[in-house]
């Protein structure tokens, strides 16, 4: 059975940082690409960053701006997202989502995903 669990959500001020996890467990996590997507009340999901299946490629959304990193560890099993610079419109519910077996990153192809974790930036 496959689990991802995200954790390291919470509270933050703007310009605060966070960094979140996603433990997995029951995947060829070492073969797969791993993907970071939010939801906001009343908006539409959208995709945060990626990382290709052998750590060697990211990819983010125009809106992070440089603010957050996404990174694997195959040793883990885990995936991160280090967000600096936090701004309110970045509350959201997190989800950690593994892409696809070999995956480069920047397939639309989710397989799994975690029950999400939620992130408050206050003004």
């Known amino acids: 059975q496959v689990q991802l669990v995200e954790s390291g959500g919470g509270l933050v001020q703007a310009g605060g940082s966070l960094t979140l996890s996603c433990a997995t467990s029951?995947?060829?996590?070492?073969?797969?690409?791993m993907h970071w997507l939010r939801q906001a009340p009343g908006k539409e999901r959208e995709s945060v960053a990626a990382?290709?299946?052998?750590?060697?490629?990211?990819y983010y959304a125009n809106f992070v701006e440089a603010r957050f990193t996404i990174s694997k560890d195959n040793a883990k099993n885990t995936v991160y997202l280090q967000m600096n610079g936090l701004k309110p419109e970045d509350t959201a519910q997190y989800y950690c989502?593994?892409?696809?077996?070999?995956?480069?990153?920047?397939?639309?192809?989710?397989?799994?995903w975690g029950q999400g974790t939620q992130v408050t930036v206050s003004s």
């Open positions: 029951g995947l060829p996590f070492s073969r797969y690409s």
């Open positions: 990382i290709s299946w052998t750590g060697g490629s990211t």
């Open positions: 989502v593994a892409g696809v077996e070999y995956g480069l990153g920047y397939e639309d192809e989710y397989d799994y």
